[in-house]
């Protein structure tokens, strides 16, 4: 099994803040990285695919990075819509596995 | 529009049996793996398994293997996910959603499903 893992946890920030989250993969996991927002009661919305691409629709100040095991998304001036919960999923052509989550929350 | 929509809450006994189910449209619904997703009360993301509509081929992440079956039924574009023997601790969100290439690019607005006595 692939595990991933979120850093940090929980995190504090203000609007215009940039922010980091990282994902580190068990195993390498190529490219195939996504990350997602999910807002209470909500489902999950697709951000990030192929580590790095944009989904369109989702504001440019979301970017993914990284390879292998080491993936980051950063929002570049936070905006109060973005404080949510985000995940990081890897997929093997098997079955995907999601990181434990990064709850962004209001400083 | 690409929609996934999927059937409503349920509450259900311990030991009693329930299938849910999600609705695809607005795209070619047999061309595109179907993933279920758990959420327990205040936890992250499970993926439990996906299904290929086009030959109802099933792949099962380790965790949910032999707990559950995934099927389809491409006549009416629609996936299900199906219990035998509800437990307490089954009680959870479920999300259908699309896999596009390695990444879940639509979901379904998720089914609230309570297992208690």
């Known amino acids: 099994d692939i595990q991933m893992t979120q850093s940090p946890s929980t995190l504090s920030a203000s609007v215009g803040d940039r922010v980091t989250i990282t994902c580190r993969a068990s195993?390498?996991?190529?490219?195939?990285l996504a990350w997602y927002q999910q807002k209470p009661g909500k489902a999950p919305k697709l951000l990030i695919y192929?580590?790095?691409s944009l989904k369109s629709g989702v504001p440019s100040r979301f970017s993914g990075s990284g390879s292998g095991t080491e993936f980051t998304l950063t929002i570049s001036s936070l905006q109060p819509d973005d404080f949510a919960t985000y995940f990081c999923q890897q997929y093997n052509s098997y079955y995907g596995t999601f990181g434990q989550g990064t709850k962004l929350e209001i400083k | 529009e690409v929609q996934l929509v999927q059937s409503g809450a349920e509450v259900k006994k311990p030991g009693e049996s329930l299938k849910i189910s999600c609705k695809g449209s607005g795209y070619t619904f047999n061309i595109y793996w179907i993933a279920w997703v758990r959420q327990m009360p205040g936890k992250g993301l499970e993926w439990m398994g996906i299904i290929y509509p086009g030959d109802s081929e099933t792949r099962y992440s380790p965790t949910f293997q032999g707990q559950v079956t995934i099927s389809v039924d491409k006549s009416i574009s629609t996936a299900y996910l199906q219990w035998s023997s509800l437990k307490a601790s089954d009680t959870a969100m479920y999300y259908c959603a699309r896999l596009s290439g390695s990444s879940l690019d639509y979901w379904g607005q998720g089914t609230l499903v309570t297992v208690s006595s």
């Open positions: 195993q390498s996991s190529s490219t195939w």
């Open positions: 192929d580590a790095s």
